[in-house]
């Protein structure tokens, strides 16, 4: 065997499998710059969602305020004047009654105006979430308002019941 043939010589290379390669390199960049693509559009769509929930939120919370703020005057209109037309409520009483309920009210007004405010105006320079923390504050602070508005509505039924019973033991006939 000459010396010559126990090498292997020069390596040959397949021009085919490179070209392939390259092909399935610039297929690749093509999917990934349609993934970042998409990747993008979705991400526009999670911040339209997020908008759009933020904005039901509202919704459900102005209703739920309107609803709480319409429950409050009812509640003041029959309870103030089922307590008013009592007889066992003194007159020196009426004024500090009616103040206490009217009180209440006007807090309920003011809220409903700064309501208004927040969602007519972009005065505030609030964003959506913003908007639906304070209106859901709102809507928390009417419940409390309603439930103010109960107390004192049992308050002074309690105290009504209470001059009832006391007229009724200091009227009532000895037989003796």
């Known amino acids: 065997m000459p010396a010559g043939a126990a090498c292997q010589g020069m ?15 610039i297929e690749s960049a093509k999917q990934t710059s349609e993934l ?27 209703r739920e305020l309107a609803k709480n703020n319409q429950r409050l005057f009812d509640m003041v209109r029959n309870d103030l004047r089922e307590i008013l037309n009592s007889p066992h409520i003194r007159p020196e009483e009426v004024e500090r009654i009616s103040e206490s309920f009217n009180a209440i009210i006007e807090n309920s007004l003011e809220d409903l105006e700064f309501v208004e405010q927040i969602l007519s105006s972009d005065f505030l320079k609030m964003t959506d979430a913003e908007r639906a923390t304070v209106l859901k504050e709102k809507e928390m602070r009417s419940k409390e308002m309603v439930g103010e508005i109960q107390r004192k509505a049992k308050r002074y039924r309690d105290i009504i019941s209470f001059r009832e019973m006391q007229a009724a033991i200091n009227n009532r006939k000895t037989n003796y």
């Open 11 to 25: 390596p040959v290379y397949d021009n085919t499998n490179f070209i392939t390669l390259g092909k399935q390199i």
């Open 36 to 62: 970042l693509k998409t990747v993008e559009f979705l991400r526009e769509q999670k911040e339209r969602i997020e908008k759009v929930s933020d904005v039901i939120k509202q919704l459900k919370a102005v």
